[in-house]
C-alpha cells in the first residue's frame, strides 16, 4: 500500500512538472487564453454548486442549460430561480455595460407588470438606493478618521509667505 501511495505521489508530481512545464511555453496569447478558460472553468463550477445548494437539476449533461430547466410555480421555486438568474447576471457586474443593461432588464421586465407592482418595483428599488447611499457616505466618512483638522498641504513657499507679511 506505501508503494502504491509513493507512486500515485510521484505520478501526480510528474503530471504537475509536465502542466508547470506546458504552460511556462506559452504564448501571452496562450497564457490569456488558458487564464479565460481556467476562470470559465470555476465559473462553471460555482455555478454548479449553487444549483446544487437550490436544489435545481439540468436538462442538459453538461449543465448549461440549467436556467432553461426551471419552470417555477411556487413562491419558493421562483425565489430558487430568481437566485440562480441573479447569481448568473452579477457575474458581469464588472462590464461598463452592465449599469444599462440592468436598466433596460427591469423596463423590459416590468412592461408587462400592472401600475401596483411596478410601483412595488420602484419602492424595492428606492428602498435599496437608499440603503447604498447610507452606506457609501458611512465608507466615505471612515477613511478621514477622526482628525479633528483638516488635512492642508505645506509647500516651501508657505514659510516665507509668512515672514513677507511681517516685514
Not at 72 to 94: C, H, M, R, V
Request: proline residues 3%; neutral net charge.
Amino acid at each position: 500500500s506505501k508503494a502504491l501511495k509513493a507512486k500515485l505521489e510521484e505520478q501526480a508530481r510528474l503530471e504537475e512538472e509536465e502542466e508547470a512545464q506546458r504552460l511556462a511555453n506559452l504564448s501571452p496569447e496562450e497564457k490569456l487564453a488558458e487564464k479565460l478558460r481556467l476562470q470559465k472553468i470555476q465559473q462553471d463550477s460555482d455555478l454548479n454548486h449553487a444549483l446544487d445548494t437550490f436544489g435545481v437539476t439540468s436538462t442538459r449533461g453538461d449543465g448549461g442549460g440549467a436556467l432553461d430547466a426551471f419552470n417555477p410555480d411556487t413562491k419558493e421555486e421562483f425565489n430558487e430561480f430568481g437566485a440562480a438568474l441573479s447569481w448568473k447576471i452579477a457575474q458581469y457586474k464588472e462590464s461598463p455595460h452592465f449599469p444599462q443593461f440592468v436598466e433596460d432588464l427591469v423596463r423590459g421586465l416590468c412592461v408587462n407588470l400592472s401600475a401596483a407592482d411596478i410601483k412595488k418595483v420602484k419602492m424595492n428599488v428606492e428602498s435599496l438606493h437608499s440603503e447604498k447611499l447610507k452606506m457609501e457616505k458611512a465608507n466615505a466618512k471612515k477613511p478621514a478618521g477622526k482628525g479633528k483638522g483638516k488635512a492642508t498641504l505645506r509647500t516651501e513657499n508657505d514659510a516665507i509667505d509668512g515672514y513677507k507679511k511681517y516685514g
